[in-house]
T-cell receptor, first 110, second 116 residues
């Protein structure tokens, strides 16, 4: 079951614009992962957040995990067409199972 | 980093036949592997947890007789789609995780299955 809700579901932005994707959990997260993917292709690991308040950056992508560890945001600065794809957050649940968020489809218009 | 290899990367099969997909952890042992399914424009849905030496654990709504999982060794899990139908056409991806808590999961490259 999907227990990680992402918003928005889809996003279309003009090249150069900033954007934010959110991932919300009903339970405390013990490690939140962000991936990028295109349908039919493998996952590209972006970053992992574990500590409340933690923030990490990779090139023009920044992700934060809120203090209560129940929400994470992914922010892209000055978006480019190469940023287009599906963004997925993911987290472990209970034992070993790893679940993905509902996904956000990003389109960047040149 | 750890590598998970999935094979084949794509397969086309006739309706009614069975298809086997392999997932291998190349440089670490994985007592647990996971199988996901993805439809176009949707997220990845966990299908089942593959446990080495024991039965797989299936998520609610996933037919265990349809999707047979075998985890015969610490580096190999297989997913067999039995009596495939066009609605089984999808992108299937596996993952494996090193032992320990809160460790990163490593994903295979995925398999695009088309049933005609």
């Amino acid at each position: 079951s999907q227990e990680l809700e992402q918003s928005p579901q889809s996003l279309i932005v003009q090249e150069g614009k900033n954007l934010t994707i959110n991932c919300t959990s009903s339970k405390t997260l013990y490690g939140l992962y962000w991936y990028k993917q295109k349908y039919g292709e493998g996952l590209i690991f972006l970053m992992m957040l574990q500590k409340g308040g933690e923030e990490k950056s990779h090139e023009k992508i920044t992700a934060k995990l809120d203090e209560k560890k129940q929400q994470s945001s992914l922010h892209i600065t000055a978006s480019q067409p190469s940023h287009a794809g599906i963004y997925l957050c993911g987290a472990h649940k209970g034992g070993n199972q790893f679940y993905f968020g509902t996904g956000t489809s990003l389109t960047v218009i040149p | 980093g750890a590598v998970v290899s999935q094979h084949p990367s794509w397969v086309i099969c006739k309706s009614g036949t069975s298809v086997k997909i392999e997932c291998r952890s190349l440089d670490f042992q994985a007592t647990t592997m996971f199988w996901y399914r993805q439809f176009p424009k949707q997220s990845l849905m966990l299908m089942a947890t593959s446990n080495e030496g024991s039965k797989a654990t299936y998520e609610q709504g996933v037919e265990k007789d349809k999707f047979l999982i075998n985890h015969a060794s610490l580096t190999l899990s297989t997913l067999t789609v039995t009596s495939a139908h066009p609605e089984d056409s999808s992108f299937y991806i596996c993952s494996a995780r090193r032992e320990g808590t809160n460790t990163e999961a490593f994903f295979g490259q995925g398999t695009r299955l088309t049933v005609v």
